[in-house]
Nanobody, 127 residues
């Protein structure tokens, strides 16, 4: 069992930066890949970024290319999402999720593959 808690959200002006954290409980955190998803009001949940369990592979959604990065510190049971050059369209509730994937998997964008989800943190970008 893994419990996830997101933090770091808030209000920022367009062009600014935020770093989200996803802190996990459980000694098996390093066994899970972690993904970030977001959902804006009235819109479907969107894949943002994911990182493999060892941190060697990352995957991102096209809308955040060259602006967001992801990293993890398994010793601290934490995954980070660094968000730069934020835009108003990045406004959403951001969720982290943990799941088990085969080593050859590339489908980290599939929300249904994740077993554990956090409660979300609100990110608001003003224009």
């Amino acid at each position: 069992q893994v419990q996830l808690v997101e933090s770091g959200g808030g209000l920022v002006q367009a062009g600014g930066s935020l770093r989200l954290s996803c802190a996990a409980s459980g000694r098996t955190f390093s066994s899970y890949a972690v993904g970030w998803f977001r959902q804006a009001p009235g819109k479907e949940r969107e894949f943002v970024f994911a990182i493999s369990r060892g941190g060697g592979r990352t995957y991102y959604g096209d809308s955040v290319k060259d602006r967001f990065t992801i990293s993890r510190d398994n010793a601290k049971n934490t995954v980070y999402l660094q968000m730069n050059s934020l835009k108003p369209e990045d406004t959403a509730v951001y969720y982290c999720a943990a799941g088990s994937f085969p080593s050859s998997a590339t489908y980290y964008y599939r929300a249904g593959q994740y077993d554990y989800w956090g409660q979300g943190t609100q990110v608001t970008v003003s224009s």
